[in-house]
């Protein structure tokens, strides 16, 4: 078989041998849920300093960032959950619980005798943090005074003065979808949605009245209510039953979604605007909130795949032909709006496929316009009243929040930074384009060890990411997950590894078809072509020892690393995997490469389904793997059961494959404390010194 590889992009590193230690690249604070004030002049963000998470404001005409809470142990309590009051003066923020799986049992890694709560607190700048009340997903009415929040599943209004406990707003049968609590305009009203299990609805409560109104309920699933500014009618979304998922990582194609309009009086509605057939027509988001918006001019702006990229489109409230905003083969991923609904600022790897720059766009049509470019990575864009925040990095400085003022760039947080940041010694990852094994082009990140000499072998590293929905990047990460596992990266090169990242298909930044391949996750793992194919890359590269190639990565990333020791220990000597999907089967239905059995149809039994995601696991291939492994697991791990290690481990001890794990009590996925990732982290270095 004919393979291409083609390698582009200039490489640079610091001249030298990189000298710093993993507590060091691990040190830099990581910024997150960069939001902006009503009124537009203030900012805030959530500040991860080792663990110690902490809410952080910059307020006009300096933007200083300032820690407004002051929360110091690594206790593995996260915050997040942002909401400005309307005066711009006060912070509402969630800490404690798992911010990913709401309403689950609240995650204690920490193992606090005391035991560990979720809460929605309140912190105004110079005053210490006030309980409003267990729970998570506020929401701050745009007339001030009061919040709501969510706890099991049920809304609860409270009064931000702390003069009153929490209140039951409605006693409902059904649960209410977390970060979907929307205020009217007017702050008379709360729209949010109701989920039925197989459907869920769009209900409207109206506090004067008492009263509880359903916006044209059917079998299908509505969801993303937007308010109109004169409060009287709600926008959303709705996905034909059974047709495809609402989430990230819907199909390509479906039965088609509509964006529908329903006045609050009454409940009847409308269909606006539908999808057409294929590319696009199953339900797809970007990663903002919100994803659907009533804009200026009584305007919707939504996102759709339709030719095979994300982008965003408006339609006029009457209905008609849907305007598209961003023309171009590229992804449109986080998206803001100015408070006068007016302008969009959004985040994409326009022109610059795996990078992510700063755009911005008027809703009522384009061209967008470039607000960045260059080798910077510029993420997460939020509009400040005069200005434009985001967050942003390159290959060797980590993540910071920042404000642009023209061609001037400030950061939030300076010192921040630890001085003995070893920014200097890290190495600007290289663009690689390789051929997965069956002939498909693979983007990936090239890690060269900074102090090579010519001539000098390498061991060698593949790096494969979770999700799989995710896209690595020239730089480092926006999520904290994939910016510790950046870090790692970085020093595994400064201890002479070769370390190659690839954005493996079925993950995004490519377009919809390459999230959507043929035969991937559980109808087949096609991705093991591109881990196999970066195997077969660094092979013919001069500076890798090709005896001596491992692999590594955490949940999709360790069930590819997996996959690859059982298919291919001819290839790779060791591996570690972080809490890897081991056995597609024992996840029952689902989306395929999402997770789980895939679907029955015609063309397939339940038993052939089952049968094609057992085929499609590491757990099938034992047999035939024979290179060491390390597996790194926390066992409250909501993400992919803890059972998925337990048999693998049995099926690994029963074939005599050799193997080490470090197994981390009440940890969940993405763990919490930053102990727990130097743990694992160490594990794995000493274990590749040992095994590969």
């Known amino acids: 078989m004919r393979r291409l590889f083609l390698v582009t992009l200039a490489f640079t590193c610091a001249a030298g041998a990189a000298t710093f230690t993993l507590e060091q690249v691990l040190s830099a604070p990581f910024p997150s849920e960069l939001t902006s004030s009503p009124t537009g002049g203030n900012l805030a963000w959530v500040l991860n300093e080792r663990g110690a998470r902490n809410v952080w404001v910059a307020t006009a005409p300096d933007y200083k960032g300032v820690r407004v809470t002051s929360y110091t142990e690594d206790d593995g309590q996260d915050v997040g959950q942002l909401q400005w009051t309307p005066d711009g003066k006060s912070v509402v923020y969630v800490r404690g619980g798992d911010l990913e799986f709401l309403d689950h049992p609240d995650p204690n890694p920490a193992a606090n005798p005391a035991g560990v709560e979720q809460a929605v607190w309140v912190v105004t700048p110079g005053s210490a943090p006030r309980k409003l009340g267990a729970g998570h997903s506020p929401a701050v009415s745009p007339k001030g005074g009061v919040a709501a929040f969510l706890r099991e599943g049920k809304i609860y209004i409270v009064p931000l003065s702390g003069a009153e406990k929490p209140a039951l707003m409605i006693q409902a049968r059904s649960g209410v979808t977390a ?60 996905v034909p039953a059974g047709g495809g998922r609402g989430g990230r990582g819907g199909g390509g194609s479906g039965p088609g979604w509509s964006i529908r309009v329903a006045s609050v009086a009454d409940g009847t509605g409308r269909e606006i605007w539908k999808s057409e057939p294929g590319q696009g027509s199953a339900f797809h ?13 009584d305007r919707i702006v939504f996102p759709w795949e339709k030719g095979g990229w994300l982008r965003l489109y408006s339609v006029a409230v009457e209905g008609g032909a849907a305007n598209l905003l961003t023309p171009g083969d590229f992804e449109v991923d986080h998206v803001a709006y100015s408070g006068d609904r007016k302008e969009i600022v959004f985040d994409s790897n326009q022109d610059d496929i795996d990078r992510r720059h700063v755009w911005r766009v008027s809703t009522a049509g384009g061209p967008a316009q470039a607000v960045t470019k260059g080798d910077q990575l510029e993420m ?12 942003h990095a390159d290959g060797r400085h980590p993540l910071r929040a920042a404000i642009r003022q023209g061609e001037t760039v400030k950061d939030l947080a300076p010192d921040s930074i630890p001085a003995d940041f070893p920014a200097d010694s890290l190495v600007t990852p290289q663009q690689v384009i390789f051929s997965g ?23 060698a590293l593949v790096f494969m990411h979770g999700g799989s ?53 559980a109808r087949g793992g096609s991705e093991y072509h591109d881990v196999e194919g970066a195997g077969l890359y660094l092979r013919t590269r001069p500076d890798v020892d090709a005896a001596h190639i491992g692999l590594w990565g955490g949940s999709y990333g360790g069930y590819l690393t997996a996959m690859g020791l ?4 001819d290839l790779f000597a060791a591996g570690v995997d972080f809490h890897g999907v081991h056995d597609w089967s024992a996840r029952g239905n689902g989306p395929g490469g999402a ?16 049968r094609l995601a057992y085929d499609s696991s590491p757990i099938a291939s ?52 930053h102990a727990s990732w130097l743990k694992a982290y160490r594990a794995e270095v000493d274990f590749f010194k040992r095994k590969l």
Request: proline content about 6%; charged content about 20%.
């Open 380 to 391: 997460t864009p939020v509009f400040a009243g005069g200005v434009i925040a985001y967050l």
């Open 437 to 459: 094994s069956d002939g498909l082009q693979i983007h990936g990140q090239l890690f060269l060890p900074p102090a090579s000499q010519p001539g000098e072998k390498h061991k």
């Open 179 to 238: 970060q979907d609590l929307e205020w009217s305009p007017d702050g008379s009203k709360i729209a949010f949605v109701s989920d039925r299990g197989n459907h869920s609805f769009i209900a409207v409560y109206d506090f004067g009245a008492k009263t509880l109104t359903y916006m044209e309920p059917t079998v299908d699933r509505d969801q993303l209510p937007a308010w109109s500014p004169d409060s009287r009618q709600v926008a959303f979304v709705r």
């Open 566 to 569: 059982a298919r291919g220990s």
């Open 469 to 521: 929905r995710r896209q690595m990047l020239l730089g480092w990460h926006y999520m904290d997950y994939y910016n510790n596992a950046y870090g790692m990266n970085q020093y595994l090169a400064s201890q002479g590894y070769v370390v190659l990242s690839i954005n493996y298909r079925s993950g995004i930044g490519y377009g919809l078809g390459f999230r959507e391949p043929a035969n991937y996750g």
């Open 285 to 297: 988001p970007t990663e903002s909130d919100p994803t659907l918006l009533w804009a200026a001019g």
């Open 595 to 610: 997770g789980g059995t895939p679907t029955p149809t015609a063309e397939a039994s339940r038993e052939e389904a089952a």
């Open 622 to 673: 034992v047999s035939t793997w024979k290179s060491p492994v390390l597996l790194i697991h926390g066992d409250d791990d909501r993400n992919v059961n803890f059972s998925e290690t337990v048999e693998l481990v049995t099926a690994l001890r029963r074939q005599g494959v050799y193997f080490e794990q470090l197994i981390l009590p009440d940890e969940i996925h993405g763990f919490l404390r």
